[in-house]
């Protein structure tokens, strides 16, 4: 029998001698950090208003539209929503520019119609922040209170009037 140390245990202390435990540590530390911003900037996204409207679909999915129910009626039996976007897709790509035309111009005529609407959205939003902003203004005039130092003014009324008092009784 050899009386020595076999490799598995050469193997342990070249491991422990290239990472130190206070190293391994610091990994830790390190990792508990990044989650800590992970949270942080989850709560710093601003929620989104259901009352703003979407944007427009572009010009690939107006004709998305419509292929998808030509592809529908020529292959009933396919269920898959990534076979029909692959199909639209080289679809697409075969299509010269002239063909391409009336998606593109509908698309367009969309894109015109939402941003009329974001304007709307955008003057609605800056009328009510306004509002909010005058209603915040007024509230904190009425939340703040009235200071009346009674007890110091009274102490000092009292000196004043001692001494008007004294000034008196000298004349």
């Not at 598995?8 to 190293?23: C, F, I, M, Q, Y």
């Not at 002239?98 to 509908?106: G, I, L, N, V």
């Not at 130092?149 to 004043?160: K, L, V, Y």
């Amino acid at each position: 029998m050899k009386g020595g140390k076999g490799k598995g245990a050469l193997r342990k202390e070249t491991r422990s001698a290239l990472k130190p435990v206070e190293d391994r540590k610091m990994g830790k530390r390190k990792a508990t950090l990044k989650d800590d911003k992970r949270k942080v900037t989850k709560d710093k996204k601003a929620k989104k208003d259901p009352n703003k409207p979407k944007r427009p679909p572009s010009a690939f999915f107006v004709f998305l539209e419509e292929f998808r129910k030509t592809f529908k009626k020529e292959n009933p039996n396919v269920k898959a929503v990534s076979a029909v976007g692959k199909a639209g897709g080289e679809k697409w790509k075969s299509l010269s520019a002239a063909e391409k035309a009336p998606y593109e111009a509908k698309a367009a005529k969309r894109k015109a119609e939402y941003g009329k609407l974001l304007n709307a959205y955008n003057k609605k939003q800056a009328e009510s922040s306004d509002e909010e902003g005058e209603e915040e203004e007024e509230k904190e005039e009425r939340s703040k209170p009235e200071v009346h130092d009674d007890d110091e003014d009274s102490g000092q009324d009292e000196e004043e009037e001692e001494d008007d008092e004294e000034e008196d009784e000298d004349d």
